[in-house]
C-alpha cells in the first residue's frame, strides 16, 4: 500500500530525509518571495527532478485531479478580485481582468510545485525506508510500527473484506444492486471486520512482546542505508535556499 | 483453471491438491462468486452467469473454512438463521435453523455469543448456518481444518446425514484419511487442472500422479507400503482386515 515507484535513478537512491529537506525549501521559498518568477523557478526544478527520477507521468493523474480546483481558481480571482482594473478579455457577459489572472497564476504555480514536491517523496520513496530514516534521527521506534503497520493493515484489511463478501454473499446476502441492499448489507459485512481486527490486534500485540518490542536497549537496524555523497550538499542547498529567500524578502 | 470438465453428479466427491492448485476457486465458481471467463457452469441446469451469488444461495451452500469471516449476529442462532430468513419465509427458517443446530449438537448454546464459542464450535456454527439453507448442493472448504476429534466425528454424522438425504456434498480437503473414509470420488487437481478422478481406491493407488500433484495418499496406505502389503487399503477397516488375514 503505497504510491511508491520502483525505477533506477539518483533521486530513488538519495537519502529519504534529503527529500523532505527539499520538500521543506520547495514549500517555503514560494511563500516567502511571493512572485510568479520564484514560484514558476521552484516548479520548473521540481518537475526536472521528477523527470529524473523518471517518475513525471505518475504525477500527472494529481494534476489532473487538481485542474478543476485550479480553473476555478482563475475564474473567480481572474473576475472577482478586489484589485482588477485592466481587463483582458471578455467572453460574453464574464469579464477577466490581469490582476487577478496574475495572482491566480501565482497560487497555481504554487499548488503545482507543492504537489510536485510531494510526490518527488511519495513516489520515489519507500515508505519503509522513509519511516526506517526518521527512526535513526530519533523518531520513537512505536510510532515507527504504527506508521508501518498503518500501510499493511490496509491492504490486509481489503484482502478480509473481499473474504466476508463472499462468505455473505453466498449466504443470500445482496452485496450489490439497489441501494437499499447495499444499506442492509452493511452491517453482516462491518461487523466480522471489525471482530477480526480486534483479536488480530491482541494476537499482534502478544507476537511483539515475544519478540522484545518494548525493549529499552538501542536498536539496530536489519537493512543498513546507503549514504549517498550528494545528500549533504543537497541538504546545504536546500537550507541556503530558505535563507536567500528570507535575505531577499527582508532586503528587498 | 484450465480445461476442467466435471459432471458432479450423486456422488460425494473431495478435492484434494497443494494450495493454489485451484480447488477453493472452483468452489467459487461453482458457487458464482466468481463467472468463468471461458466456458460455463450449470447448477441444476442454470447459468451461474446469468444469476447471482445471493440467488443461486437456495441451491447451493457453501461452508467458508474460517468462520471469523461470516459471524456477525449476537446469538448463535441468529447467526445461523440469517441464511435461511432471507430464502424461506420466518417460520420454515426458525424451524430450519433449530434443525440445523441440532444436526451439529449446538442447539442448547443457541443463546450463546458465537465469540465465547470455541474455534471448532464456531466452525460448526458456520457449518450449520449453511445446512439451515437446506439447499441441494453443500459445498465444505476445509472441514476438517481446525477441527478437533470431537468435532470430527460430529462432521462425519453430518456427511452422512446429508448422503442420506441425496444432497450432493463436495469437499476441499488436505486430510487425505477423512477424505479416503468419506467421499465416494477423489479429484486431484494441480495447476488449476484435473489430474485424477475416479473413487479413493483408483486414485490414492496412482502414486505417480499424486506425487506430481504433491499429496500424500491416507496414512494407513502408507503403513500398508511400509508392511510390505501388495494390496493398497485407503481406510483403517480396509487395513486391518488385510492385517488380521495376513496373520
Same mark, same amino acid.
Given at each position: 500500500?503505497?504510491?511508491?515507484?520502483?525505477?533506477?535513478?539518483?533521486i530513488h537512491?538519495?537519502?529519504?530525509?534529503?527529500?523532505l529537506?527539499?520538500?521543506?525549501?520547495?514549500v517555503?521559498?514560494?511563500?516567502?518571495?511571493?512572485?510568479?518568477?520564484? @514560484?514558476?523557478?521552484?516548479?520548473?526544478?521540481?518537475?526536472?527532478?521528477?523527470?529524473?527520477?523518471?517518475?513525471?507521468?505518475k504525477?500527472?493523474?494529481l494534476?489532473?485531479?487538481?485542474?478543476?480546483?485550479?480553473?476555478?481558481?482563475?475564474?473567480?480571482?481572474?473576475?472577482?478580485?478586489?484589485? &482588477?482594473?485592466?481587463?483582458?478579455?471578455r467572453?460574453?457577459p464574464?469579464?477577466?481582468?490581469?490582476?487577478?489572472?496574475?495572482?491566480?497564476?501565482?497560487?497555481s504555480?504554487?499548488?503545482?510545485?507543492? =504537489?510536485?514536491?510531494?510526490?518527488?517523496?511519495? *513516489?520515489?520513496?519507500k515508505?519503509?525506508?522513509?519511516?526506517?530514516?526518521?527512526?535513526?534521527?530519533?523518531?520513537?521506534?512505536?510510532?515507527?510500527?504504527? =506508521? &508501518?503497520?498503518?500501510l499493511?493493515i490496509?491492504?490486509?484489511?481489503a484482502?478480509?473484506?473481499?473474504?466476508?463478501?463472499?462468505?455473505?454473499?453466498?449466504?443470500?446476502?445482496?452485496?450489490?444492486?439497489r441501494?437499499?441492499?447495499?444499506?442492509?448489507?452493511?452491517?453482516? *459485512?462491518?461487523?466480522?471486520?471489525v471482530m &477480526?481486527?480486534f483479536v488480530e490486534?491482541k494476537?499482534?500485540?502478544?507476537?511483539?512482546?515475544?519478540? @522484545?518490542? &518494548?525493549?529499552?536497549?538501542?536498536r539496530?537496524?536489519?537493512?543498513?542505508?546507503?549514504?549517498?555523497? @550528494?545528500?549533504? @550538499?543537497?541538504?546545504?542547498?536546500?537550507?541556503?535556499?530558505?535563507?536567500?529567500?528570507?535575505?531577499?524578502?527582508?532586503?528587498? | 483453471?484450465?480445461?476442467?470438465?466435471?459432471?458432479?453428479?450423486?456422488?460425494? %466427491?473431495?478435492f484434494?491438491?497443494?494450495?493454489?492448485?485451484?480447488?477453493?476457486?472452483?468452489?467459487?465458481?461453482?458457487?458464482?462468486?466468481?463467472?468463468?471467463?471461458?466456458?460455463?457452469? +450449470?447448477?441444476?441446469g442454470?447459468?451461474?452467469?446469468?444469476?447471482?451469488?445471493?440467488? +443461486?444461495?437456495?441451491?447451493?451452500?457453501?461452508?467458508?473454512?474460517?468462520?471469523?469471516?461470516?459471524?456477525?449476529?449476537?446469538?448463535?442462532f441468529?447467526e445461523?438463521?440469517?441464511?435461511?430468513?432471507?430464502?424461506?419465509? $420466518?417460520?420454515e427458517?426458525?424451524?430450519?435453523?433449530?434443525?440445523?443446530?441440532? %444436526?451439529?449438537?449446538l442447539f442448547?448454546?443457541?443463546?450463546?455469543n458465537?465469540y465465547?464459542?470455541? +474455534?471448532?464450535?464456531?466452525?460448526?456454527?458456520?457449518?450449520?448456518?449453511?445446512?439451515?439453507?437446506? %439447499?441441494?448442493?453443500?459445498?465444505?472448504?476445509?472441514?476438517?481444518?481446525?477441527?478437533?476429534?470431537?468435532?470430527i466425528?460430529?462432521?462425519k454424522?453430518?456427511?452422512?446425514?446429508?448422503?442420506?438425504?441425496?444432497?450432493?456434498?463436495?469437499?476441499?480437503?488436505?486430510?487425505?484419511?477423512?477424505?479416503?473414509?468419506?467421499?465416494?470420488?477423489?479429484?486431484?487437481? $494441480?495447476?488449476?487442472?484435473?489430474?485424477?478422478?475416479?473413487?479413493?481406491?483408483?486414485?490414492?493407488?496412482?502414486?505417480?500422479?499424486?506425487?506430481?500433484?504433491?499429496?500424500?495418499?491416507?496414512?494407513?496406505?502408507?503403513?500398508?507400503?511400509?508392511?510390505?502389503?501388495?494390496?493398497?487399503?485407503?481406510?483403517?477397516?480396509?487395513?486391518?482386515?488385510?492385517?488380521?488375514?495376513?496373520?
Amino acid at each position: 500500500m503505497s504510491l511508491y515507484v520502483d525505477r533506477p535513478s539518483v533521486i530513488h537512491r538519495l537519502d529519504p530525509l534529503t527529500k523532505l529537506c527539499y520538500i521543506a525549501a520547495a514549500v517555503t521559498v514560494p511563500f516567502i518571495c511571493p512572485v510568479k518568477s520564484v @514560484a514558476l523557478l521552484v516548479a520548473a526544478v521540481t518537475y526536472i527532478l521528477l523527470a529524473a527520477g523518471r517518475v513525471v507521468t505518475k504525477v500527472l493523474p494529481l494534476l489532473g485531479f487538481v485542474a478543476p480546483v485550479l480553473l476555478s481558481i482563475f475564474i473567480i480571482q481572474g473576475m472577482f478580485m478586489p484589485d &482588477n482594473h485592466a481587463l483582458v478579455f471578455r467572453i460574453g457577459p464574464l469579464y477577466f481582468y490581469k490582476e487577478g489572472l496574475s495572482y491566480a497564476a501565482l497560487l497555481s504555480l504554487r499548488v503545482i510545485g507543492i =504537489l510536485g514536491a510531494f510526490s518527488l517523496l511519495v *513516489l520515489t520513496t519507500k515508505p519503509s525506508d522513509l519511516i526506517q530514516a526518521l527512526m535513526e534521527k530519533g523518531l520513537p521506534p512505536e510510532i515507527g510500527y504504527v =506508521l &508501518n503497520a498503518v500501510l499493511q493493515i490496509i491492504p490486509q484489511m481489503a484482502n478480509a473484506l473481499q473474504r466476508i463478501t463472499d462468505a455473505q454473499r453466498a449466504r443470500g446476502l445482496e452485496t450489490d444492486g439497489r441501494l437499499l441492499d447495499r444499506i442492509k448489507a452493511f452491517f453482516p *459485512l462491518i461487523g466480522p471486520v471489525v471482530m &477480526n481486527a480486534f483479536v488480530e490486534t491482541k494476537d499482534r500485540a502478544m507476537a511483539l512482546e515475544v519478540r @522484545a518490542f &518494548n525493549s529499552k536497549t538501542k536498536r539496530t537496524f536489519l537493512h543498513v542505508r546507503k549514504k549517498h555523497p @550528494a545528500d549533504v @550538499a543537497l541538504r546545504i542547498m536546500c537550507l541556503a535556499a530558505i535563507i536567500l529567500a528570507v535575505v531577499w524578502r527582508l532586503v528587498g | 483453471m484450465n480445461d476442467v470438465s466435471l459432471d458432479l453428479g450423486g456422488e460425494s %466427491t473431495a478435492f484434494i491438491g497443494q494450495n493454489g492448485a485451484g480447488k477453493s476457486t472452483l468452489m467459487k465458481l461453482l458457487k458464482g462468486l466468481l463467472v468463468p471467463e471461458r466456458g460455463d457452469i +450449470l447448477i441444476n441446469g442454470k447459468n451461474t452467469k446469468d444469476t447471482s451469488a445471493a440467488k +443461486l444461495a437456495g441451491e447451493i451452500g457453501l461452508i467458508f473454512q474460517n468462520p471469523n469471516e461470516q459471524i456477525f449476529k449476537h446469538k448463535v442462532f441468529d447467526e445461523v438463521a440469517f441464511g435461511p430468513r432471507r430464502i424461506m419465509d $420466518a417460520r420454515e427458517a426458525e424451524a430450519r435453523t433449530a434443525a440445523a443446530l441440532r %444436526t451439529v449438537g449446538l442447539f442448547h448454546k443457541k443463546d450463546v455469543n458465537p465469540y465465547d464459542l470455541s +474455534l471448532s464450535e464456531r466452525k460448526l456454527v458456520a457449518a450449520a448456518s449453511v445446512l439451515a439453507m437446506d %439447499t441441494d448442493i453443500v459445498i465444505f472448504d476445509e472441514p476438517t481444518m481446525g477441527q478437533d476429534e470431537k468435532g470430527i466425528r460430529t462432521l462425519k454424522a453430518i456427511l452422512e446425514d446429508l448422503k442420506g438425504q441425496g444432497k450432493l456434498v463436495l469437499a476441499v480437503l488436505h486430510d487425505m484419511a477423512f477424505a479416503a473414509e468419506c467421499f465416494e470420488r477423489i479429484v486431484v487437481m $494441480a495447476h488449476g487442472e484435473i489430474l485424477l478422478d475416479g473413487p479413493p481406491e483408483a486414485v490414492f493407488a496412482n502414486e505417480e500422479a499424486l506425487k506430481k500433484a504433491g499429496v500424500e495418499p491416507p496414512p494407513v496406505m502408507q503403513l500398508a507400503i511400509r508392511c510390505g502389503f501388495t494390496e493398497r487399503p485407503v481406510t483403517k477397516e480396509s487395513f486391518l482386515r488385510l492385517y488380521y488375514e495376513r496373520r
